[in-house]
Structures are given as structure tokens and as C-alpha cells.
């Protein structure tokens, strides 16, 4: 209120006052909340717009719908090209999935509990076809009547094609293992003939040189040299020595394609059967054992006993040469708790420089004549241990020994 000269204020000036400032105050809250209604807008029309979600609002009363901008731009049109009618929707849906879509809204308007939710196929301006995941929810008056739903659409084309293509390379990987299990299949009948073929084909020459080498020795009789002795002696150890690597060899191609047969294994009871064998076939050495009970694991018998009748021969066999010894079989644990199978003697040992070969067929660190062997021994160690899930190493030095070390993938505590 403004005067142009100085007067006193009168008994109704006040409440005009306090009636101007209700009423700037009322403007003010409603200029704020129409600010803070524009700016949320436009919130979530970026977050629309970013997460490229369609919104639609629908009068089943007299089936307008509002689409939003995002809805139709889902679809490859501008908000003039699309009229606000459903039949709008159900001119863009693919015919195939027209009458279930329209089902599930009927259904739904039926009996709405939950969210409404579908999926289907929508014509793009462009000819392709979008996925879409529709979600909505229904609004009813008081006396129970739908007048209105709301919900929107998400575009899961790409998700779609990326299911699709998973689907697809799952197919082509099932096609190839199936390929490849017969391939292996193939194969190992191809190496079951092959050992058949080396054991008969190559034991029948021997067979035939071992008993000519004996006929010849009794023919010959005590006309026979000492130079003839030797030979005859060199030819039927060769025979033998042929015999244990033809033997060697059908054993690592057994160990290489034979099916595991998974049980319960006491390594313990299977280490001291092996060892007390040695003792028997040699009761005059001294050695002494010392095997850690109640070793159970997981794995197969069979292909078990022979990593045990090859680790535990090897520290007999290569500490043969001193007068008395110690043979270990026990668990550790390693760095990361794993548990190792541990095999240890006080024998030849071998120079560290040449590990690489250990476990390779036919590499011998020991000349025929300090040891006997046919180089095979390791490497079928090796292979049922791969087989098992596990590994296997050795540390050593001439002189000192040698510790073999072996896990199982598959060992029980």
C-alpha cells in the first residue's frame, strides 16, 4: 500500500496487507512447485529417453492411448506419425503374436493381480522386428470399473539376438563334442586294434627267437664257446628286454584310453602290498619303510596300483646299490594346502638339469647297465595322474635321492 504523504495506518490496512503477503506466498509455493514438477519431467524424460523406455497410458473406456515420444521413436516414428488410438498397437504387433497378447490383456483385466507383463514381436518402421517386454497395471474407480492402465515397453531385441546367438553357438558346441567324442571314440578302437597288432605280431618273432636262441644253446652243447655263450646269452636278454617294453608300451596305451572306475582307494594298505612284494622277491636287503596310514582318496584302483607299483619300485630299484636304506610314503600339505602324495628314498638320485625328460617315454637318467627299465615306467605315471586331475613332480640329486611328489584333483581328505 503506498501514499503519497506520510499518514497513519488505519484498523483495515493491516489485513490487507497480511492478505497481499498470503497471496504472494501462495505464488511463490506455486511457482516452486511448478518448477520442481518441470524439472522431474524433464528427469524422467532423459532417464526415458537414456534407458529407452516407452511409456503408454490407456482408457479402456474409450480405447485412447497416450504413447510417449520414447514409445514411438522405439519403433522408428515421430510423435506425428502415430495416431492415439490402440488399434495403433495392434497394427504394429506381428500377427503371430497378435491374439496371445490380446489374450493376456484380457486376462489380465479379468483377473488383475500383480503387474500385467508380455512379451512380443512389434513391426519397426524400417520392416524389422523389435522385441518387446511390455509391464503395466490397471487403475479402477470406486465401484471397480478399469478406467485406466498404465505401463510401459522395453526393447529386448538385442538381448533376444544375444539369446539366440548363446542358443546357436551351445547347438554348434553340442555338434562339435558329439564330433569329437566320436572322433575319440574312433580313435581309441583304432589303438585297441593297434595294440593288439603289437602284441601279437611283435611277440610271435620274439617267441620264435627266444625258442630258436634255446635250440641253438642245446645243439650246440658243450661245443659251444665262451663268445657263443655270450651272444646267445645277449640275444635271449634282448628277447626279454623286448618282451618287458612290448609290455610297457600296450600299459601306457591302456592307461591312455581305458575309462576311469572312481572309488574309494586306501593308498596306505595298496603302498605296503607293493613293498612287502619287493621284500619277498629280495628278503636279504635292508630297508626300511615307513608308510603313513589311513591315505584315502578318489580314483581308480587299477590305474592307481600302477602308479604306486612304479614310484615305489623306482626308489627300490634305484636304491639297490647301498647296503642298507629308507623308503618313504606319506601326504603333505602344500603352500595352498593342497594335499600331496609323497614318495621319498635315499637312492641314486639324478641331476635336476635333466627333469624335463623324466616324465617323458623312452628318457632313461640311468644307463641300462647301472638299472634296468624300459623308460616307459614314468611317462604312464604321468599320464594316469593327468587323468586323475592331478600333477606330478620330482626334486633330486646324484647321490641324494630322489622325492617324488604327486596330487590327485579328486583326492578325499
Not at 619277498?280 to 589311513?294: C, F, S, Y
Amino acid at each position: 500500500m503506498y501514499f503519497r504523504q506520510p499518514a497513519l495506518a488505519q484498523p483495515g490496512h493491516q489485513r490487507l496487507i497480511d492478505i497481499a503477503a498470503h497471496t504472494a506466498a501462495i505464488a511463490i509455493g506455486r511457482h516452486r512447485t511448478e518448477t520442481a514438477l518441470r524439472e522431474s519431467a524433464e528427469r524422467l524424460r532423459f532417464a526415458m529417453q537414456a534407458s529407452n523406455v516407452g511409456l503408454w497410458d490407456w482408457d479402456p473406456r474409450t480405447n485412447q492411448v497416450i504413447y510417449s515420444r520414447e514409445w514411438k521413436i522405439q519403433l522408428g516414428y515421430e510423435e506425428t506419425e502415430l495416431s492415439n488410438e490402440f488399434s495403433e498397437w495392434e497394427r504394429l504387433v506381428h500377427p503371430d503374436d497378435l491374439a496371445a497378447a490380446q489374450q493376456r490383456i484380457q486376462s489380465y483385466m479379468a483377473r488383475p493381480q500383480g503387474a500385467y507383463e508380455a512379451e512380443f514381436r512389434m513391426r519397426h518402421k524400417d520392416g524389422t522386428l523389435r522385441w518387446i517386454y511390455a509391464r503395466g497395471q490397471f487403475f479402477r474407480d470406486a465401484s471397480g470399473r478399469a478406467i485406466r492402465m498404465i505401463g510401459c515397453h522395453i526393447d529386448l531385441t538385442e538381448r533376444k539376438q544375444a539369446q539366440e546367438e548363446i542358443l546357436r553357438l551351445n547347438e554348434e558346441l553340442e555338434e562339435r563334442v558329439q564330433q569329437r567324442t566320436a572322433q575319440l571314440q574312433f580313435a581309441n578302437q583304432q589303438l585297441e586294434a593297434f595294440s593288439y597288432s603289437v602284441s601279437h605280431d611283435l611277440r610271435s618273432p620274439l617267441s620264435s627267437i627266444d625258442g630258436y636262441s634255446g635250440l641253438l644253446g642245446k645243439e650246440i652243447g658243450g661245443a659251444a664257446t665262451e663268445r657263443s655263450n655270450h651272444y646267445l646269452t645277449r640275444i635271449r636278454a634282448g628277447v626279454v628286454q623286448m618282451g618287458e617294453l612290448i609290455d610297457a608300451l600296450l600299459s601306457l596305451a591302456h592307461v591312455s584310453h581305458t575309462s576311469l572306475r572312481w572309488e574309494n582307494v586306501d593308498l596306505s594298505t595298496m603302498a605296503e602290498t607293493v613293498l612287502n612284494a619287493y621284500r619277498e622277491r629280495e628278503p636279504d636287503r635292508v630297508v626300511q619303510l615307513a608308510i603313513q596310514p589311513g591315505l584315502i582318496v578318489l580314483g581308480d584302483p587299477r590305474l592307481l596300483r600302477q602308479v604306486l607299483d612304479n614310484l615305489l619300485g623306482n626308489a627300490w630299484k634305484f636304491s639297490g646299490q647301498q647296503p642298507q636304506t629308507h623308503i618313504d610314503f606319506g601326504r603333505e600339505s602344500g603352500p595352498d594346502g593342497e594335499a600331496m602324495y609323497v614318495v621319498r628314498d635315499k637312492g641314486a638320485g639324478f641331476d635336476m638339469a635333466y627333469s624335463e625328460k623324466l616324465f617323458s617315454a623312452f628318457q632313461r637318467l640311468h644307463t641300462a647297465l647301472e638299472f634296468a627299465g624300459t623308460g616307459i615306467g614314468l611317462a604312464t605315471v604321468h599320464r594316469i595322474i593327468t587323468r586323475h586331475g592331478g600333477r606330478i613332480w620330482a626334486e633330486s640329486a646324484p647321490g641324494q635321492g630322489a622325492t617324488f611328489y604327486f596330487t590327485l584333483g579328486c583326492a578325499l581328505a
